[in-house]
């Protein structure tokens, strides 16, 4: 007899967040934006990618939650979970090194001041994203083997105050960032918003989702 798989959608969820967050940034930067194509494999690409690990990782810690306040969440959504947290990680990995990279002046004006040195917004969102990456990373490791025996280390993290501020230090890095920009959208290319606002909707979603429905 035929053993039922259970369906796992990790590559449409992974490839359909990719498409959609990079088509973002390619509209609104190129399309509708002054971005020239030349920035796209590395400056907009950077931005798409980060916008894509943002959401797959609102999915994975949102999945389960959303089950539990009642909203029909598809079986091979949830058995895609594992799958998609691990590629946001990787992705939000990319970002890291991609961002470093670009962290010039010349390409972030407004996280600098006149002398050269970064503005306290641009320190306290770069502080933020730096810990929201250990936290995950940290969160990451709870799925090795070894350290599965260490109970205590394992319930801490993968408890739901330790994913919180996960959350929270992402949202951090989010709102330090763009906070300015949000509030004029006069200014928005084609009124688009931007990315920063986008993930910064989506944490809202997921954090209000695990506040009420993580047991
Ligand atoms: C070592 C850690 C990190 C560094 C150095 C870093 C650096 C940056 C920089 C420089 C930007 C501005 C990009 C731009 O406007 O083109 C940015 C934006 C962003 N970052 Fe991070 N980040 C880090 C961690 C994270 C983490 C952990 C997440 C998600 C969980 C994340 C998600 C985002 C998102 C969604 C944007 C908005 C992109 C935009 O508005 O263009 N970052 N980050």
């Not at 670009?102 to 050269?116: E, I, M, R, T």
Request: aromatic share 16%; glycine share 10%.
């Amino acid at each position: 007899m035929k053993v039922e798989q259970n369906k796992n959608a990790a590559a449409p969820l992974i490839t359909g967040v990719l498409v959609l967050a990079v088509s973002y940034a390619v509209l609104r930067y190129h399309v509708v934006g002054p971005v020239p194509w030349k920035d796209f494999p590395f400056f907009i690409l950077n931005k798409g990618f980060s916008l894509a690990a943002f959401v797959l990782i609102a999915c994975n810690f949102g999945f389960g939650p959303l089950r539990n306040i009642g909203v029909r969440v598809p079986e091979s959504w949830l058995a895609a979970r594992k799958a998609v947290g691990m590629t946001g990680f990787l992705l939000v990995l990319i970002h890291a090194l991609m961002s470093f990279l670009l962290f010039k002046p010349a390409v972030y004006g407004n996280f600098f001041s006149q002398d050269g040195t970064l503005t306290l917004f641009a320190g306290l969102s770069m502080l933020t994203g730096v810990l929201a990456f250990v936290v995950l990373w940290a969160y990451n490791l709870s799925f090795q083997t070894f350290l599965r025996e260490d109970k205590a280390f394992i319930s801490l993290i993968t408890s739901r105050r330790f994913l919180l501020v996960a959350f929270i230090l992402g949202g951090a890095h989010l709102l330090f960032m763009g906070y300015e920009g949000w509030m004029k959208p006069g200014r928005w290319h084609g009124g688009l918003p931007p990315i920063s606002l986008v993930a910064f909707a989506v944490f809202a979603m997921a954090y209000i989702v695990n506040l009420f429905g993580r047991e």
